[in-house]
C-alpha cells in the first residue's frame, strides 16, 4: 500500500451507493440535502433527552445525537451513562420520530450500542483505533468517523478505508478541529478539508463546529463556513440549559439558538443552489 487516498473512491462507487446513505428510508445522507445532526454532549437524563429531541426537531434537525460513552480527557470525569443512556437516547428520538447517533469507544459495546442506534459515532480520540474501525465496519450500520484531532487528510482517509474493506461503504466523514498551535479555540476548523475530501470521495463530508469552537458563540460562523465551503451536513450539541450542562454546555447551543442557527445555513444551502 502506498497510502493513496484514491482508493477511497473507487469502493464508494462500487457500493452503487454513489455517497447516498439512506436510513431506514426516511433520511437520505449526502443527497443534496443539507443533514443537521443536533443534541446534547451527553446523555444526563429521560427528561432532558427528550426536551432536547422535541426542540431540535421543530427546529428542523434530523438526526438526534447524545453520549453514553463518553473520551473524557480525564478518567474522573462523567464518564456517560452507558447502557442506560442508551435507552433513554433511543426513546427520545422514538418520540420525536427522529433517527438517533451515539457514539461507541470500545469493540465490546458494539453489540448494544448497534442495537439502539441508528448511525455508530467513532469519536477524533479513536479515529485510528483500526480494530474497532473494522469491527464498527462489520455491523453495517452507517458510521460517522470523526476526524482524529493529529490527522492528516490522507490518514482520516485511509482510517475511513478501513471501514470501507469490510464491504460498508455507508461512512460519513466528520471534519471536527484540528490542534493547531492557536489557543483562542479548543481546536482549529480545517475548512480546506471540506472541498478536498468532496474532491477525493464520494462520501458525505459532515462539519462539527461545536468541538472545534469550544465556546457557542463560534458555532454559528463556522457553521455557516461549512455550509459556503460544501459541507454535506452538520453536527451541532444543543442543550435545553447549557449552563447546567454535565459536559461541555460551553459550546451547546441553547434551542433557540438551534433553531436561528438552522434557519441561516438552511437558508445558506438555498442561496448555493444545494437542496435545503
Ligand atoms: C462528541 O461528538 O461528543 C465528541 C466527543 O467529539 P470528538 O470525538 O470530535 O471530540
Ligand atoms: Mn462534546
Keep these: 500500500m502506498d497510502g493513496s487516498t484514491t482508493m477511497v473512491e473507487p469502493e464508494a462507487e462500487a457500493s452503487g451507493t454513489c455517497g447516498v446513505i439512506d436510513i431506514d428510508g426516511k433520511l437520505k445522507i449526502g443527497g443534496g440535502r443539507l443533514c443537521l445532526i443536533a ?26 445525537r447524545g453520549g453514553a460513552f463518553k473520551p473524557r480527557t480525564s478518567p474522573y470525569d462523567f464518564q456517560g451513562l452507558g447502557v442506560e443512556g442508551l435507552k433513554m437516547l433511543r426513546a427520545a428520538g422514538d418520540i420525536a420520530g427522529l433517527p438517533v447517533v451515539t457514539e461507541v469507544m470500545d469493540t465490546e459495546d458494539l453489540p448494544v450500542v448497534a442495537e439502539y442506534a441508528d448511525i455508530l459515532q467513532i469519536g477524533a480520540r479513536n479515529c485510528q483505533n483500526f480494530s474497532l474501525l473494522r469491527k464498527a465496519g462489520r455491523m453495517g450500520l452507517p458510521i460517522l468517523l470523526k476526524r ?63 468541538h472545534a469552537a469550544g465556546s457557542r458563540e463560534l458555532v454559528a460562523p463556522l457553521s455557516l463556513a461549512a455550509v459556503a465551503a460544501g459541507a454535506d451536513g452538520l453536527v451541532i450539541e444543543c442543550h435545553i440549559t447549557p449552563d447546567t450542562a454535565w459536559c461541555d454546555g460551553k459550546q451547546s447551543l441553547t434551542p433557540g439558538q438551534f433553531a436561528a442557527l438552522a434557519r441561516s445555513v438552511r437558508g445558506l444551502a438555498a442561496y448555493t443552489k444545494r437542496d435545503h
Design 39 to 64: 443534541g446534547p454532549c451527553s446523555i444526563e437524563s429521560e427528561e432532558q433527552m427528550l426536551s432536547t429531541a422535541l426542540a431540535v426537531r421543530d427546529a428542523g434537525a434530523d438526526i438526534l
Design 148 to 210: 482524529g484531532m493529529m490527522l492528516t487528510i490522507k490518514e482520516f482517509l485511509l482510517a475511513a478505508e478501513y471501514i470501507i474493506a469490510e464491504g460498508n461503504s455507508k461512512v460519513i466523514l466528520c471534519e471536527r478541529g484540528i490542534r493547531t498551535f492557536e489557543t483562542e479555540t479548543r481546536n482549529t476548523l480545517d475548512i480546506s478539508a471540506v472541498p478536498i475530501l468532496k474532491a477525493k470521495t464520494k462520501l458525505p463530508v459532515f462539519v462539527d463546529p461545536s
